[in-house]
C-alpha cells in the first residue's frame, strides 16, 4: 500500500508542476510584445507542455499495472506457500 501511496503523490506532483509551468508561461507570454520573437517561443512552449500530458497517462496505467500485478505475485505467492487463504 505504501507504494501505491507513493506512486499517487509523484503523479500529483507532477502534474501540479506541469499546470504552473503552464500557466506561467502563457502568463509572460501575455505581458510580451505581440509577434516577438521571445513571445513566440513563450508561446511554443506552452504548446509543447500542454501537449505532454499524454506520457503522465502512459505513466499511470504502467504504475497502477505495476503495483497490481505485484500485488498479485505477493499474495499468490503466499497462497502457494500454504499460509492460507488470501482475500
Given at each position: 500500500?505504501?507504494?501505491?501511496q ?6 500529483v ?10 500557466y506561467?508561461?502563457?502568463t509572460i507570454?501575455g505581458t ?7 513571445q ?6 506552452v504548446?509543447?507542455l500542454?501537449g505532454?500530458s499524454?506520457w ?9 499495472a ?22
Amino acid at each position: 500500500m505504501a507504494d501505491m501511496q507513493s506512486f499517487i503523490i509523484g503523479i500529483v506532483i507532477v502534474g501540479v508542476t506541469l499546470v504552473i509551468g503552464i500557466y506561467v508561461s502563457a502568463t509572460i507570454a501575455g505581458t510580451m510584445t505581440a509577434g516577438s520573437a521571445a513571445q513566440n517561443s513563450a508561446n511554443t512552449l506552452v504548446t509543447a507542455l500542454a501537449g505532454g500530458s499524454a506520457w503522465i497517462t502512459i505513466l499511470v496505467v504502467v504504475g497502477f499495472a505495476v503495483i497490481v500485478l505485484g500485488m498479485l505475485s505477493e499474495g499468490l505467492g503466499r497462497a502457494a506457500s500454504g499460509a492460507g487463504p488470501v482475500y
